[in-house]
């Protein structure tokens, strides 16, 4: 964990909130997507973010991004408040601040060449820039990337989605960002290529000295390439710790029962965790469960945790947890444990 580096990015409160229309008469609902959303993103790291679909990930890196706009909250980045910049300088903002997405060939316009795709940031973002340096930049983020420069007359179409994903992050680095906002890059991709792709984000966050928020529903995923990791549930954040804490000793019910995906050697802890397992489908952000939202679904479940919203309290080792039982089922935990030995 990087204790003493700086916060590139801080979020402040944030809520986003959904109107949709459901039912014969389209009525209007409210859809509460994110609510009190508070932690920082430190300079040179990777905030790994983890959930079940429709927890808000999603929605999460689009408003640090300002693609939507959050209803309430600061993202602050070095300080300045995103909401507030007016768009066209949001727009140059953007250079330090880019995203990849889940589906490579989806986000690559199929008309353009594999030249072109990389080279549209610059011409909106560095619009001084010369064409032969603009060409320059793209053969450069090309090779670092590992995409042969010949390639670069090339439709996406031609290409595996590896390679395509390739193309996706040689896009997003062409701008010179300090963050990157991965969402679910590798979700898309054949398990035997995640891993090539996962070990270039990697690389490439030393050389370019990238800091990295990494989205997935994964927590293997995440786990490889994150220091810290937040864990969202139905849109709020119920566990933030490093990722050795999350793994190793996770106290959010939630985030143990995230966990008994993730296969592991250990018979021991295989059967802790398929007594944590998750039950039951996530309820909807439109009507969340009152006080806890995941006790409808977590076994430690008691009484209060219908009547209290848990807060985000800070542990030891300035880890975050909300849960009003955190303290006592950490101890049922190493009971049981032992006990199914
Ligand atoms: N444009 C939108 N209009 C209405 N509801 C939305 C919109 N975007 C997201 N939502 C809703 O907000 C909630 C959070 O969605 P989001 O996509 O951020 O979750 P996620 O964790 O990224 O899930 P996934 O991995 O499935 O994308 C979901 O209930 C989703 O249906």
Known sequence: MMETQANLLEIRDLKKTFSIATGLFSRKLTLTALSDINFNVR??????????????????????????????????????????????QMRKRRADLQIIFQDPLASLNPRMTVGEIIEDPLKALKPDLKKAERRARVVRVMEAVGLLPEMINRYPHEFSGGQAQRIGIARALITEPKLIVCDEPVSALDVSIQAQILNLLAELKDEFGLTLVFISHNLSVVRHVSDRILVLYLGRIVELASGDEIYEDP???????????????????????????????????????????????????????????????????????ACIRWREIQGERVIEAAGTA
């Open 251 to 321: 106290r959010h019910p939630y985030t143990r029962a995230l966990l008994t995906a993730v296969p592991i050697p250990d018979p021991k802890l295989a059967r802790q965790r398929n007594i944590d397992a998750l039950k039951g489908e996530i309820p909807s952000p439109i009507n969340p469960p009152s006080g806890c939202a995941f006790r409808t679904r977590c076994r430690f479940a008691k009484p209060q945790c219908a009547e209290i919203r848990p807060p985000l309290e800070t542990i030891e080792g300035g880890r975050l947890v």
């Open 43 to 88: 300079q040179g790291e990777t905030l790994g973010i983890v959930g079940e679909s429709g927890c808000g990930k999603s929605t999460l890196g689009r408003c640090i991004l300002q693609l939507i706009s959050p209803d309430e909250g600061q993202v602050l980045w070095l300080g300045q408040d995103l909401t507030r910049v007016p768009a066209e």
